[in-house]
């Protein structure tokens, strides 16, 4: 092998350490019979008067987490759980006319020049 063939090829080895890396921290879909018995009984809990849209497992850093995607009274509600089913992120769209003038106003400053979208 050249100097430069080996070069090339462990450029492209470096290359592909990130993209596998990302690869890594991947979510797939998965069944609700698929979920520990915790995060089962987590997603009871947190589901009540929602509408369950799926699931999902994630790995982040060598750590294993359940997402479950649910409605509530028409907007998107997504509950992050480890594996133990303690929640540790909830994402949910809330309309914008039910937040304070005072977080309105500071969203709009943080988008400066573009618009906060309303919700």
């Known amino acids: 092998m050249t100097i430069s063939r080996a070069f090339t090829v462990a450029a492209a080895a470096t290359m ?3 993209v596998l890396a990302l690869a890594q921290d991947q979510e797939k879909k998965i069944k609700r019979s698929d979920l520990p018995a ?3 009984k987590a ?3 947190h589901s009540q008067g929602a509408t369950i849209l799926g699931f999902s497992q994630e790995k982040e850093n060598g750590q294993t987490f359940y997402e ?3 409605t509530v009274n028409g907007h998107s509600k997504d509950v992050l759980m480890d594996v133990g089913g303690a929640v540790v992120e ?3 769209q809330i309309p914008t006319e039910s937040l304070s003038p005072a977080v309105r106003a500071g969203l709009q400053a943080k988008a400066g020049n573009g618009q906060a979208r309303q919700g």
Request: aromatic content about 0%; cysteine-free; hydrophobic content about 60%.
């Open 90 to 92: 909830v994402e949910e």
């Open 68 to 70: 479950a995607e649910l």
């Open 38 to 40: 915790a995060v089962e």
């Open 43 to 45: 997603v009871v809990e």
């Open 16 to 18: 592909l350490l990130p």
